[in-house]
Each structure stands twice: as structure tokens, then as C-alpha cells.
């Protein structure tokens, strides 16, 4: 029986025009392969010049990872695929709102646990909060098991956003 290849957690950024259809035809490669998208974020970087970012996470052997990229670069409004993971240094952030509805000593706590986190409350009724906070994806999670005994009732998430780090950027030259 062959060697199972490990399974690597990938951030891939992918610069592309910014007109209808474009984030479909990103999706159906993954769909129509059956890889999995485990974040996916998009919006517009250069207005002037309608070039939007897809921030996609992705897991798989190093050779799905590979086809993905090589599938993903063959598409035609594609200007540029980069696999932050491999390419070095980057950073990576997801932001996160959070409704907990609590009262008494659960009320002091979450707003114990939110202190720790650097979570604001964005919003507060006599029996509930809503915060806000941003991180790593692990951050996130750590943060949402917390609250989940505390009345932990609604999570909205944005997404990975990933910048490499340096001077080099996704549009330099393209």
C-alpha cells in the first residue's frame, strides 16, 4: 500500500478582475473537484483598475494543493496566484461577532473572558452582549469554546484576510 501523503492547511490568495462570474467559476473548480473550501473571503483591492482578492483556505496533499493552484492560475481572469503558506511569512486575521445571552455571575464572566481576549462588546442589553474580535482563526475558536457554556447563542464570522509580510506584494509588477 503507498505512503498517505499528510494533509497541509494552505492560504491562497488570488488576484482577479472583479466582474459577475468570476467568484462562481473559483468556486465551481473547487465544487467540481470535490476540494473543500475552509474560508473564503473576497473584495475589491484597486478600484481604478476593478481588481478584486479572493482569500481562499484550503486543505489537502501537496499534490491537490499543487493542482488547485495550477487549476486556479488557468482560469482567465485570473492576474496572479500566490500560496502564502509556502511563499513565506504572512499574516492572517478573521473577525468574529459573537451574541451571548447571559445574566448574573455568566454575565461577569464573559465579560471576564472577553477582557483576555481583547473582545470588545459592540453592543449590551440588560441580558446580553454582542462582541466583536479579531485574530487568528485558533484565537477565534478558543474564544467561541469559552463562550459556549456562558449562553453562547449566534457566531458570524468574515473569513481569513492574509497579507504576505515584507515588501513584496500580490499587484507588484502584475
Known sequence: MPPVEPVERHTISVLVDNEPGVLAR??????GRGYNIESLTVAEVVAGEHLSRITVVTSGSRMIIEQIKAQLDRLVPVHRVSDLTD??????????????VATGEKRIEALRIADIFRARAVDSTHESFVFEVTGSSDKLNAFTGLMAPLGLVEVSRTGVVAISRGKEGLQGGD
Not at 473559483?26 to 465544487?31: D, N, T, W
Not at 511563499?87 to 451571548?100: C, I, M, S, Y
Open 87 to 100: 511563499e513565506g511569512p504572512f499574516v492572517e486575521r478573521e473577525l468574529a461577532l459573537l451574541k451571548v
Open 26 to 31: 473559483v468556486i465551481g473548480l473547487f465544487s
